[in-house]
């Protein structure tokens, strides 16, 4: 694939390659525990069938990729897309111990990557669509695979911060050890940027979409003991990247996250409000 700085999503390349796709790789069974009930939900909503061909767009480790890979059967295929190195490392070391026959894993950029035209009867993603430069472009691109008519699509994507108390809260309390911050640019490739339902559906409609729902979604997170809860925070979402360009902040912000998380500790576990939007659309 393109590692060159002009490809259209060399930033993106360039984070999910260096610590980004580290961390998710490595904590990748932890990550699951958290979301996994999420993408079962939206996995239910695509409701993938025997003989199926479906492509899991920033599919990481491959979970969603291989509950995919057993819905559709061995009559059925998931093509498993992703530019993460380290996390399709995981995907593929899992797909052989595990002698599972119907899944490729593909290092590419979905934006741009040319699939077999029509040929595809599905197109799901869990939190791997909205880090495209350029979204109508790519899913513009992803459309010509699916089949004209029939071809479905299905994904999940987080609502707006400030209904995500899992992430707003921690961020909101680590701010006092880190310097003031702009305000992030809504639209800018990130785990929020499809967080504007409306902006979604015209992203779709202009890629040539029909059909377009976005479905609001809330969900508990089990965040883990208070340990593995803090050590979360510190690692993913808009916290962890800030934390990346201020490692002195790390040590305070942990002291900080273990009172402000110890308040949403039931039965030993931490927990927390999630909110997402479950897209789905059909090539028009
Ligand atoms: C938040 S992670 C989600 C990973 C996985 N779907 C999961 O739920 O565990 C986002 C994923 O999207 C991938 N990604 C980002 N931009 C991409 C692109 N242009 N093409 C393919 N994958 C991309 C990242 O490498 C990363 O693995």
């Given at each position: 694939?393109?590692?060159?700085?002009?490809?259209?999503?060399?930033?993106?390349?360039?984070?999910?390659?260096?610590?980004?796709?580290?961390?998710?790789?490595?904590?990748?069974?932890?990550?699951?525990?958290?979301?996994?009930?999420?993408?079962?939900?939206?996995?239910?909503?695509?409701?993938?069938?025997?003989?199926?061909?479906?492509?899991?767009?920033?599919?990481?480790?491959?979970?969603?990729?291989?509950?995919?890979?057993?819905r559709?059967?061995p009559?059925?295929?998931?093509?498993?897309?992703?530019?993460?190195?380290?996390?399709?490392?995981?995907?593929?070391?899992?797909?052989?111990?595990?002698?599972?026959?119907?899944?490729?894993?593909?290092?590419?950029?979905?934006?741009?990557?040319?699939?077999?035209?029509?040929?595809?009867?599905?197109?799901?993603?869990?939190?791997?669509?909205?880090?495209?430069?350029?979204?109508?472009?790519?899913?513009?691109?992803?459309?010509?695979?699916?089949?004209?008519?029939?071809?479905?699509?299905?994904?999940?994507?987080?609502?707006?911060?400030?209904?995500?108390?899992?992430?707003?809260?921690?961020l909101?309390?680590?701010?006092q050890?880190?310097?003031?911050?702009?305000?992030?640019?809504?639209?800018?490739?990130?785990?929020?940027?499809?967080a504007?339902?409306?902006?979604?559906?015209?992203?779709?409609?202009?890629?040539?979409?029909?059909?377009?729902?976005?479905?609001?979604?809330?969900?508990?997170?089990?965040?883990?003991?208070?340990?593995?809860?803090?050590?979360?925070?510190?690692?993913?979402?808009?916290?962890?990247?800030?934390?990346?360009?201020?490692p002195?902040?790390?040590?305070?912000?942990?002291?900080?996250?273990?009172?402000?998380?110890?308040?949403?500790?039931?039965d030993?576990?931490?927990?927390?409000?999630?909110?997402?939007?479950?897209?789905?659309?059909?090539?028009?």
């Open positions: 694939m393109d590692q060159s700085p002009t490809s259209p999503n060399a930033d993106q390349i360039t984070y999910w390659n260096a610590r980004a796709g580290n961390t998710w790789a490595s904590m990748q069974k932890r990550l699951d525990a958290q979301i996994g009930a999420i993408g079962l939900r939206a996995l239910d909503v695509l409701a993938p069938r025997a003989g199926e061909c479906v492509i899991d767009i920033g599919c990481g480790c491959g979970t969603t990729s291989f509950e995919i890979a057993r559709v059967g009559s059925g295929h998931v093509t498993a897309i992703d530019i993460s190195q380290p996390m399709l490392e995981v995907a593929r070391r899992d797909a052989e111990q595990n002698h599972v026959g119907n899944v490729s894993f593909l290092e590419a950029d979905a934006q741009t990557y040319s699939f077999e035209p029509a040929s595809y009867d599905a197109l799901f993603s869990r939190f791997g669509v909205m880090f495209f430069a350029d979204p109508v472009t790519a899913f513009k691109n992803l459309r010509a695979a699916l089949k004209p008519q029939s071809g479905r699509l299905a994904f999940v994507c987080w609502r707006p911060l400030k209904e995500n108390p899992w992430m707003a809260v921690p909101k309390a680590a701010m050890h880190l310097p003031p911050q702009e305000p992030a640019d809504p639209l800018a490739p990130g785990p929020y940027a499809f504007d339902a409306e902006r979604v559906k015209r992203i779709l409609g202009q890629a040539g979409f029909g059909e377009i729902a976005a479905t609001a979604h809330d969900q508990q997170v089990e965040m883990g003991r208070l340990d593995q809860a803090v050590e979360h925070c510190t690692r993913f979402g808009p916290l962890g990247r800030l934390l990346l360009e201020h002195d902040a790390v040590a305070p912000v942990m002291q900080t996250l273990h009172k402000t998380l110890a308040e949403h500790i039931s030993g576990v931490v927990r927390m409000d999630s909110a997402v939007w479950i897209v789905t659309a059909r090539r028009a």
